[in-house]
């Protein structure tokens, strides 16, 4: 008898005695359970336009009143200073993002553009060529007057957020050129349009760092300091801070057609994000190359939810007809 099989006959034998002797007593017994509770979190962020001529008050619940006391006359949706633009005028346009949850965050803007098919005039009166272009070109600072060509420089409306790069340029009047602020970074790949032969030009950027929530400022780990509102975390700094409206010849875009421009944020958690078979680190600067991989995974992806939003993005751009009130609103991916 090997070894094994004899400690099996001994353990046996063993038992058997222990019931023959204890056979009238009853069994010690003890039953613990291991309950472990958890909660899903969530990620839930709002964007605001602090400097817009909106006439929607206090947008984002952040105790900033956004209508800039600009009435809407004929209660179309759009303020009336947002009326009957003219060539080169300018308006101040500032989307930026403040994590209103619990958890860090990476966020992406993606802003639809209209465009037209027109003669180009330059600033001397001089026609150029006409082609099609953006009807809008993104720029820095707050709203240029004929009084101010230089610009005015931007006074970013919340408490700069720590780490972030918040020199702001005053654009000209007379600059002609997108410029986008650095915190943010292009992702060219995930953009439609360039080539102008749609109706529309799409841009996607990615904030360079994490958004921070409200555990982030309760347990220390972000020392930064958040809107003056409590309940939300981290704000980023703006995309851009105003938008002008391109030079073109006289009648080439009918008058009073509504051009709209839309903003659509997307969020995703910074903590375990994982893309490409392996953990994306969003601990320090995000890297352009690990914002594309986020985005590719959780965001351009064949969701209904996104689809159904850039479709309605794209529909407002394209039309020139869709009134404010008509907009189809923007869906949560969650």
């Not at 209209?114 to 600072?141: A, C, M, S, W």
């Not at 918040?166 to 080539?195: C, M, P, R, Y």
């Not at 078979?277 to 992806?301: N, P």
Request: proline residues 4%; glycine residues 8%; aromatic residues 6%.
């Amino acid at each position: 008898m090997n070894k094994k099989k004899a400690v099996a006959v001994i353990s046996a034998a063993g038992l058997a005695g222990v019931l023959a002797v204890g056979g009238t007593m009853a069994y010690l017994t003890n039953t613990q359970n291991a309950t472990n509770t958890f909660t899903v979190g969530d990620v839930e962020v709002g964007i605001d336009e602090p400097h817009f001529p909106g006439a929607g008050g206090d947008t984002n619940d952040d105790g900033i009143d956004d209508t800039k006391n600009c009435p809407d006359s004929d209660k179309d949706g759009i303020p009336d200073i947002n009326e009957e633009q003219v060539p080169q005028q300018e308006t101040d346009k500032d989307p930026m993002i403040t994590n209103k949850s619990v958890s860090d965050a990476v966020v992406f803007m993606k802003v639809t553009v209209p465009v037209r098919e027109f003669t180009h005039v330059n600033d001397d009166g001089t026609r150029g060529d006409k082609k099609r272009d953006e009807l809008y070109i993104f720029k820095q600072g707050q709203m240029a007057t004929q009084a101010a060509p230089n610009g005015q420089d931007y006074t970013f409306p919340y408490a700069a957020p720590a780490g972030a790069k918040t020199t702001i340029a005053a654009d000209k009047v007379t600059s002609h050129v997108n410029h986008w602020n650095e915190n943010w970074t292009e992702l060219e790949e995930f953009e439609d349009g360039q080539d102008h032969s749609k109706a529309y030009r799409t841009y996607v950027f990615g904030y360079n760092t994490r958004l921070h929530g409200l555990k982030s400022i309760q347990d220390g780990t972000w020392t930064g300091t958040p809107v003056a509102k409590k309940g939300v975390g981290e704000t980023t700094v703006p995309l851009f801070q105003k938008v002008q409206l391109q030079n073109f010849a006289d009648s080439e875009i009918t008058p009073d057609e509504i051009q709209n421009i839309t903003v659509q944020t997307y969020v995703i958690q910074a903590d375990n994000v994982i893309a490409d078979q392996g953990v994306v680190s969003t601990d320090a600067a995000i890297e352009k190359a690990d914002l594309a991989t986020i985005y590719r995974a959780y965001v351009a992806q064949e969701d209904a939810n996104v689809k159904a939003n850039d479709k309605a993005a794209q529909d407002n751009a394209a039309t020139g007809k869709t009134k404010v009130s008509e907009n189809a609103a923007l869906k949560s991916n969650k």
